[in-house]
C-alpha cells in the first residue's frame, strides 16, 4: 500500500515538473521517434543516411506533402476529410503546364522564360486550385454531402480532367523562373542562407522573450529561467546546424563553371559553393509561420477548432460553419497548387501520375502529428514533422533497398500505430 502511494506520489510529482516546463510529451515523442529513425537507417546505410546530399533532398521531397498536411489538418478538426488533394494537384499542375507552355507563348505572345510567365502560371494555378476547393466546400458546407463522398469523387474527377487538359501527355521543359520553386533549381547559395538562418534564430528567440514577457503581464505561469535558456540553445543548434548542413552540400564543378560562363567570368581555381536552403523549403517555413498564427491568433483559427470541438454549440454560438467549411476547403485547394508548383518545378515537367497518392500520405502526414480524427486537436508543427518523419521511412527503405510495395506495407502499418497510439495515449491523459 505504502509503495502504492509512494509511486503514485512520484508520478504526480513528474507530471508537475513536466507541466512546469510546458513540455508536449505527445511532440517530444514525435522527435524521439524521428531521431531514433534517422539514427537507425544511418547505420543501415553505412553513414549516407545523414549526409549534407540526402539531408538536402529529404527535405525538398518533404515539401508538398508537408504543405498540403498544413491544410489537412484544418479539414480534419473541422471534422472533414479530402480525399481529393492528389488529384486536385494533378489538375493545378496540368493547368499550371498549360500556361506556360500554351497560353502565355501562343495566346499572350510570351516567351517561355519571359519574366512574367512564371507569375501568371502561378496565380492562375492559386485560383484554380481556391475555386475547386470552393466548390468543395459548397458541396459539404451547403449541399450537406459527406466530405468523403465529394472528395471520393474528387479524386477520379480531378484526376481525369488533369488528364484530359494534357491529352495525357507530359509537358515540360517548365519556364525557368518557375523551376525556382522546386528545390535543387533554386538555391540561396551559402551566404544567403547564413542571413536567413541567423535572422530566423533571431526572430525566434524574440518570439520567445515576448511570449514570456507576455505571461507574466497577464499574471500566467512562466517556465523557469534555465528551461527558456536551454530551450534558446536548442533552437539556435537546430537552425544553425541545419544551414551548416545544406550549405555542405557542394554544388559540382561543372556546374559552377556554367554559372560563371553565363554570367561572362571566369570561374576561379579551387573555387566552391554549397547549394544552401532551397526556395521551397523556404517557402514552407513561410506557409507553416502563416497556418500557425491563423491556428493560434486568429478569429478563422478559433472559430475552426471550435467546430471541430463542438459543431452545434459553435453554431449556437453564432460560428457560420457552412461558410468556415467552404473556407477550409477553399484555404486547402490554394495549399495544393501551391504544392502542385512545388512538385512539377521539382520534377521541371508535369506527368500524369503526378501527385498519385498524395492524399494517404498528406492524411498519414496529419494523423502521425497528433491531428485527431474525431475532430478539435491538431497542430501544424505536428502535421510538417509527420510528413517528415514519412518522408524519411520512404527514403531510408529505398536506400536500404526495400522493394516498393513492402514499403508500402510498413507505411500503412506505422499509420495504424499512430492512431493506435494516439488513442492510448488520450484515454491515459483524459483528453478528448
Known amino acids: 500500500m505504502a509503495d502504492t502511494a509512494g509511486t503514485s506520489k512520484e508520478t504526480r510529482s513528474r507530471k508537475s515538473f513536466l507541466d512546469t516546463?510546458?513540455?508536449?510529451?505527445?511532440?517530444?515523442?514525435?522527435i524521439g521517434a524521428f531521431v531514433v529513425l534517422c539514427l537507425v537507417f544511418n547505420v543501415f546505410t553505412d553513414g549516407r543516411f545523414l549526409t549534407p546530399r540526402?539531408?538536402?533532398?529529404?527535405?525538398?521531397?518533404?515539401?508538398?506533402?508537408?504543405?498540403?498536411?498544413?491544410?489537412?489538418?484544418?479539414?480534419?478538426?473541422?471534422?472533414?476529410?479530402?480525399?481529393?488533394?492528389?488529384?486536385?494537384?494533378?489538375?493545378?499542375?496540368?493547368?499550371?503546364?498549360?500556361?506556360?507552355?500554351?497560353?502565355?507563348?501562343?495566346?499572350?505572345?510570351?516567351?517561355?522564360?519571359?519574366?512574367?510567365?512564371?507569375?501568371?502560371?502561378?496565380?492562375?494555378?492559386l485560383i484554380c486550385g481556391a475555386a475547386i476547393g470552393a466548390f468543395n466546400g459548397w458541396l459539404v458546407g451547403y449541399l450537406t454531402i459527406p466530405a468523403f463522398i465529394v472528395t471520393l469523387g474528387g479524386l477520379l474527377v480531378w484526376r481525369n480532367v488533369a488528364w484530359y487538359l494534357t491529352n495525357g501527355q507530359t509537358i515540360g521543359p517548365l519556364d525557368a523562373n518557375f523551376r525556382l520553386l522546386g528545390g535543387i533549381n533554386g538555391t540561396m547559395g551559402e551566404t544567403g542562407s547564413w542571413i536567413v538562418g541567423v535572422v530566423a534564430l533571431v526572430a525566434a528567440l524574440l518570439a520567445l522573450v515576448s511570449a514570456r514577457r507576455s505571461?507574466?503581464?497577464h499574471n500566467f505561469p512562466?517556465?523557469?529561467?534555465?528551461?527558456?535558456?536551454?530551450?534558446?540553445?536548442?533552437?539556435?543548434?537546430?537552425?544553425?546546424?541545419?544551414?551548416?548542413?545544406?550549405?555542405?552540400?557542394?554544388?559540382?564543378?561543372?556546374?559552377?563553371?556554367?554559372?560563371?560562363?553565363?554570367?561572362?567570368?571566369?570561374?576561379?581555381?579551387?573555387?566552391?559553393?554549397?547549394?544552401?536552403?532551397?526556395?521551397?523549403?523556404?517557402?514552407?517555413?513561410?506557409?507553416?509561420?502563416?497556418?500557425t498564427i491563423v491556428a493560434r491568433k486568429t478569429?478563422?483559427?478559433?472559430?475552426?477548432?471550435?467546430?471541430?470541438?463542438?459543431?452545434?454549440?459553435?453554431?449556437?454560438?453564432?460560428?457560420?460553419?457552412?461558410?468556415?467549411?467552404?473556407?477550409?476547403?477553399?484555404?486547402m485547394g490554394?495549399?495544393?497548387?501551391?504544392?502542385?508548383?512545388?512538385?512539377?518545378?521539382?520534377?521541371?515537367?508535369?506527368?500524369?501520375?503526378?501527385?498519385?497518392?498524395?492524399?494517404?500520405?498528406?492524411?498519414?502526414?496529419?494523423?502521425i502529428g497528433g491531428t485527431a480524427l474525431a475532430g478539435g486537436i491538431g497542430t501544424i508543427y505536428?502535421?510538417?514533422?509527420?510528413?517528415?518523419?514519412?518522408?524519411?521511412?520512404q527514403s531510408g527503405m529505398a536506400m536500404v533497398g526495400v522493394d516498393a510495395p513492402f514499403q508500402n506495407i510498413v507505411v500503412g502499418?506505422?499509420?495504424?500505430?499512430?492512431?493506435?497510439?494516439?488513442?492510448?495515449?488520450?484515454?491515459?491523459?483524459?483528453?478528448?
Not at 25 to 30: D, I, Q, S
Not at 240 to 267: C, D, H, K, S
Not at 417 to 430: C, F, H, M
Request: hydrophobic share 55%.
Open 334 to 367: 490554394f495549399l495544393c497548387a501551391l504544392a502542385a508548383a512545388v512538385a512539377s518545378a521539382r520534377l521541371t515537367f508535369h506527368s500524369n501520375d503526378i501527385g498519385t497518392l498524395d492524399e494517404l500520405r498528406v492524411i498519414a502526414a496529419a494523423v
Open 382 to 393: 505536428g502535421a510538417i514533422l509527420g510528413a517528415l518523419i514519412m518522408q524519411s521511412l
Open 54 to 125: 540526402n539531408v538536402f533532398n529529404l527535405s525538398i521531397q518533404t515539401v508538398s506533402v508537408a504543405l498540403m498536411a498544413t491544410g489537412m489538418v484544418f479539414i480534419i478538426v473541422t471534422r472533414h476529410i479530402d480525399l481529393s488533394v492528389g488529384s486536385l494537384l494533378a489538375t493545378c499542375s496540368a493547368v499550371m503546364a498549360m500556361t506556360q507552355t500554351v497560353v502565355t507563348p501562343d495566346w499572350l505572345g510570351l516567351g517561355l522564360n519571359n519574366p512574367l510567365t512564371a507569375p501568371i502560371a502561378l496565380i492562375v494555378g
Open 299 to 331: 478569429r478563422l483559427g478559433r472559430y475552426i477548432f471550435a467546430t471541430g470541438g463542438n459543431p452545434d454549440a459553435a453554431e449556437l454560438s453564432g460560428v457560420n460553419t457552412r461558410l468556415l467549411t467552404v473556407k477550409v476547403f477553399a484555404l
Open 215 to 217: 505571461k507574466k503581464a
Open 222 to 291: 512562466v517556465k523557469p529561467l534555465w528551461a527558456e535558456v536551454v530551450l534558446g540553445l536548442l533552437i539556435a543548434v537546430v537552425i544553425l546546424g541545419f544551414v551548416a548542413l545544406l550549405n555542405a552540400y557542394q554544388i559540382p564543378e561543372n556546374r559552377l563553371e556554367r554559372m560563371f560562363e553565363a554570367r561572362g567570368e571566369t570561374m576561379p581555381e579551387g573555387y566552391s559553393e554549397g547549394y544552401g536552403i532551397p526556395y521551397s523549403v523556404l517557402l514552407l517555413i513561410f506557409v507553416a509561420v502563416v497556418m
Open 413 to 432: 502499418a506505422v499509420l495504424v500505430l499512430a492512431v493506435l497510439i494516439d488513442i492510448l495515449y488520450r484515454k491515459r491523459t483524459g483528453a478528448k
Open 21 to 30: 516546463l510546458e513540455v508536449d510529451t505527445r511532440l517530444l515523442g514525435m
